[in-house]
């Protein structure tokens, strides 16, 4: 599956923005679907994941309450809302899929990986 990420700019603290992701090729029901965030110097760390039927969304702590995954798999599309974004939020997000894994937090649980798309948050 090819993976394309979209919608990240410059915005204020306490703003929101809406990162899509498109998927194209295999079927999008395959792959449990993750967003991901990296900062320069820093590992690539985990923000949220959702179940190949949407109905299990899985956060990390440090974005619970504030972001929100969710996809339309007659569109195959993975979206990340964004709301009450802080500046530490600011970091390249990429989108990916995973076959094997529902809930998966983890790097290696994802094999397709989309570019990235880079969301800035001014304080």
């Known amino acids: 599956v090819q993976l394309q990420a979209s919608g990240g700019g410059l915005v204020q603290a306490g703003g929101s923005l809406r990162l899509s992701c498109a998927a194209s090729?295999?079927?999008?029901?395959?792959?449990?679907m993750a967003w991901f965030r990296q900062t320069p110097g820093k590992e690539r760390e985990f923000v949220a994941t959702?179940?190949?039927?949407?109905?299990?969304?899985t956060y990390a702590d440090i974005v619970k309450g504030r972001f929100t995954i969710s996809r339309d798999n007659g569109e195959k599309m993975v979206y990340l809302q964004m709301n009450s974004l802080k500046p530490d939020d600011t970091a390249v997000y990429y989108c990916?899929?995973?076959?094997?894994?529902?809930?998966?937090?983890?790097?290696?649980?994802?094999?397709?990986w989309g570019q990235g798309t880079l969301v800035t948050v001014s304080s």
């Open positions: 990916a899929g995973g076959t094997y894994y529902t809930g998966a937090s983890a790097l290696e649980a994802y094999e397709y």
């Open positions: 959702i179940s190949r039927d949407g109905r299990f969304p």
């Open positions: 090729g295999r079927p999008f029901t395959n792959y449990a």
